[in-house]
């Protein structure tokens, strides 16, 4: 079993920053890639950002310059800086991760934390 625990979620006004945490545990050989994906009310889920092991990192659209990627791999622990947060931000976020496990290879998606973007 491998879960992925997010923290760092709330309410902020337009401009403001948050911080997403989420760390991996379980059974778990390796990670390879992370990321962050968002899904709005009524909309599709959609990547935000994600990294390989390596650290390379590629952005959405509408989120690059503004938001920073990163990870910790000795902590199995991948982060999310978001700075000049907007209204159309407002989601849940959800961490993904490619894991290898001592006996298979999964997908792993943690239960999402929610971020509002009001004043």
């Known amino acids: 079993q491998v879960q992925l625990a997010e923290s760092g979620g709330g309410l902020v006004q337009p401009g403001g920053s948050l911080r997403l945490s989420c760390a991996a545990s379980?059974?778990?050989?390796?990670?390879?890639?992370m990321g962050w994906y968002r899904q709005a009310p009524g909309k599709e889920r959609e990547l935000v950002a994600r990294?390989?092991?390596?650290?390379?990192?590629n952005y959405a659209d509408s989120v690059r310059g503004r938001f920073t990627i990163s990870r910790d791999n000795a902590k199995r622990t991948v982060y999310l800086q978001m700075n000049s947060l907007r209204p159309e931000d407002t989601a849940v976020y959800y961490c993904?991760?490619?894991?290898?496990?001592?006996?298979?290879?999964?997908?792993?998606w943690g239960q999402g934390t929610q971020v509002t973007v009001s004043a």
């Open positions: 993904n991760a490619d894991v290898n496990t001592p006996s298979t290879y999964l997908n792993a």
């Open positions: 379980g059974s778990i050989f390796s990670i390879n890639t």
């Open positions: 990294i390989t092991s390596r650290g390379s990192t």
